[in-house]
């Protein structure tokens, strides 16, 4: 076999994996999810010291690590980034106070330049001239739906307001 027989197969996973890596806010939850990690390093306390503590200590683990979650769905669910965007910059500014100044602020940073990046992110619509031979047929665009209601106008807005004022539509019958 020939060296360029071996390649083919290489540069066809590195393109899906570039194709999929596109498709979704990957930095930003990579980020998201190293600045959570980085967060429990600098914790200096046992668990059991932490949580014999209350609330305050158990929040210093619960945030990074709902934090590396987010980060985690982010790439995995991009539907729901501005959630989980959102979330990361509420968790990002609480390690502030809850995990020694947010990991020594690279942790903090980090979650919050990651839930910023995923808050931006838009997914790319693809072009019909991006598609290659290989794609899938495109579809027809349907045609025109035909109104609901029968009843209801069908005539433009012009004609609706050019039009002479008549009788009002509803008049009441009076009763005898």
Request: charged share 10%; aromatic share 4%; glycine share 10%.
């Given at each position: 076999?020939?060296?360029?027989?071996?390649?083919?197969?290489?540069?066809?996973?590195?393109?899906?994996w570039r194709r999929w890596r596109r498709a979704r806010p990957f930095t930003a939850g990579l980020l998201i999810a190293l600045g959570g990690a980085e967060m429990p390093v600098t914790l200096r306390?046992?668990?059991?010291?932490?949580?014999?503590?209350?609330?305050?200590?158990?929040?210093?683990?619960?945030?990074?690590?709902?934090?590396?979650?987010?980060?985690?769905?982010?790439?995995?669910?991009?539907?729901?980034?501005?959630?989980?965007?959102?979330?990361?910059?509420?968790?990002?500014?609480?390690?502030?106070?809850?995990?020694?100044?947010?990991?020594?602020?690279?942790?903090?940073?980090?979650?919050?330049?990651?839930?910023?990046?995923?808050?931006?992110?838009?997914?790319?619509?693809?072009?019909?001239?991006?598609?290659?031979?290989?794609?899938?047929?495109?579809?027809?665009?349907?045609?025109?739906?035909?109104?609901?209601?029968?009843?209801?106008?069908?005539?433009?807005?012009?004609?609706?307001?050019?039009?002479?004022?008549?009788?009002?539509?509803?008049?009441?019958?009076?009763?005898?």
């Open positions: 076999m020939t060296a360029g027989q071996h390649s083919a197969p290489a540069a066809g996973v590195r393109t899906r306390a046992p668990l059991g010291v932490l949580l014999h503590v209350g609330p305050q200590g158990l929040a210093a683990y619960l945030v990074p690590l709902i934090l590396v979650i987010c980060g985690v769905l982010l790439i995995t669910t991009p539907q729901q980034r501005v959630f989980y965007a959102v979330l990361s910059l509420v968790l990002g500014l609480v390690s502030w106070l809850t995990s020694n100044l947010g990991g020594f602020l690279i942790g903090m940073l980090l979650a919050l330049v990651g839930g910023a990046l995923a808050f931006a992110w838009t997914p790319v619509k693809r072009r019909a001239t991006d598609v290659g031979p290989a794609a899938a047929p495109t579809e027809v665009a349907p045609a025109p739906r035909e109104p609901v209601d029968s009843s209801a106008p069908t005539e433009s807005l012009d004609a609706i307001l050019s039009a002479e004022p008549g009788p009002p539509r509803h008049t009441r019958a009076e009763r005898g």
